[in-house]
């Protein structure tokens, strides 16, 4: 379906409202083997505004922000790693049929920050910045349902204060591990510019204080492709395991962005999928976007013309 003229769909579906009845699988029930399910705007998780949930914090504010101009980024050197690529057992899995489960499976969620949860209006001011619409929300659901690694390119002078302001002392001791620039390897001289910081899963799963958080490690079970998600706003970061990212789109700061409980619904159903790099394989999450906007659109045809939605 071609958009009406002038109507940026994914601004569009950004603004959509979210689903107030949207399930929220909690995979760590008190009863085993029992899925509770809870509405993703439960006053009772967190009391949290719906028409602006981003704090303005520091003084920060969105309309009169000046963005530092930069350069783009380059390519890391050899020295860093240089660009990677998938293994081939990568792709041999990631190739599997797509199995949907009965009952959730535990997932390893990988999780930027700048970008993705947060944006700095004034790269001179790195530890000023406004979270993103549900970013506390979200991250506090992420948590508590599934277990997260927190990983940033910024430097660990800036990475905690974004993580201090958005969560409270009892849920950072949940997070299995808060990485930034450091975990990245770079060299000297990479580490001072503006290079591409690639994820490299692998990283994650070798780390051992990420291994032992698998809660069905006495069965022999492990963090590996077919469990993990990387939640980033760049898929170039993904380039070693391409299949196991959701792309969310880059937050600059629009207020009305309601893209979070849309990953939050799509994490849910994720989980009923017994491998991660073959459901975002055939399923990408900006095929869903893009699926998103053509019913937007066609909805907002409807309405322009009076037709029942």
Request: glycine content about 4%; some cysteine; proline content about 9%.
């Amino acid at each position: 379906m071609v958009p009406p003229p002038g109507v940026d769909l994914l601004a569009e579906v950004m603004r959509i409202p979210p689903p107030t009845g949207s399930p929220m699988l909690d995979h760590r029930s008190a009863v085993p083997g029992e899925k509770r399910y809870q509405s993703f705007f439960n006053p009772l998780i967190h009391d949290f505004p719906r028409e602006s949930s981003a704090k303005k914090p520091l003084g920060s504010n969105v309309k009169n922000a000046k963005v530092s101009k930069r350069d783009a980024k380059i390519q890391p050197s050899q020295k860093s790693g240089g660009i990677p690529s998938p293994t081939q057992q990568y792709l041999v899995t990631a190739a599997e049929q797509v199995i949907r489960r009965e009952q959730p499976q535990n997932l390893l969620l990988v999780i930027d920050l700048n970008g993705t949860l947060l944006y700095r209006p004034d790269r001179k001011q790195p530890t000023k910045f406004i979270p993103r619409p549900n970013a506390e929300l979200f991250l506090t659901y992420c948590i508590e349902t599934f277990h997260v690694v927190i990983w940033s390119s910024a430097r660990e002078e800036n990475v905690g204060p974004m993580v201090t302001t958005l969560l409270t002392p009892k849920l950072r001791e949940k997070v299995i591990q808060i990485w930034a620039r450091r975990k990245f390897n770079l060299s000297p001289a990479d580490f001072d510019r503006r290079v591409i910081c690639y994820k490299r899963l692998e990283t994650v799963w070798k780390d051992p204080k990420v291994a032992l958080s698998h809660p069905e490690r006495a069965y022999g079970r492990c963090w590996d492709q077919t469990n993990t998600v990387l939640i980033d706003d760049t898929a170039e970061k993904a380039k070693a395991e391409p299949y196991n990212i959701i792309e969310v789109p880059e937050w600059s700061g629009d207020m009305r962005d309601n893209i979070l409980p849309v990953v939050h619904d799509f994490l849910n159903n994720l989980s009923l999928h017994t491998n991660v790099s073959a459901f975002l394989r055939t399923n990408p999450f900006t095929s869903h976007l893009q699926e998103m906007q053509l019913r937007a659109s066609e909805g907002e045809a409807r309405r322009r013309a009076g037709l029942p939605l």
